[in-house]
């Protein structure tokens, strides 16, 4: 986490393709989902107490799992913001193709 850029509003940009990107902020990672044909959803069997558990993305052609179960934006950003989450991404590849890559993170964490 400390060697990623933050990304607070959608008005910030990489420093550099390829840079691993850090947000907490709703707009940013909707615009990063809707860019790559994004849905929220989680992963089955991971829920407790009737709320979403591994937060994650359904992206076609990406990181395919018969284990993902789309959910609701307001389901997704519930569960996000009530674990203190990050989202840590990158917008682009080193060559500058776009990256889908991505993971949530609790700055709680003594390793994160």
Do not use: C
Not at 23 to 37: D, F, K, M
């Amino acid at each position: 986490m400390r060697s990623s850029q933050v990304i607070s509003s959608i008005t910030d940009r990489p420093e550099r393709p390829g840079r691993s990107l850090i947000t907490a902020n709703h707009e940013v990672i909707r615009r990063w989902a809707r860019e790559r044909g994004a849905k929220p959803a989680t992963i089955a069997g991971t829920e407790r107490d009737g709320r979403a558990g591994v937060l994650t993305f359904h992206i076609p052609g990406y990181r395919e799992s018969s284990r993902i179960r789309e959910i609701t934006w307001d389901e997704w950003f519930h569960t996000f913001d009530l674990r203190r989450l990050n989202l840590i991404y990158q917008e682009q590849l080193r060559d500058g193709r776009q990256s889908s890559f991505f993971r949530t993170e609790s700055p709680d964490r003594e390793d994160g």
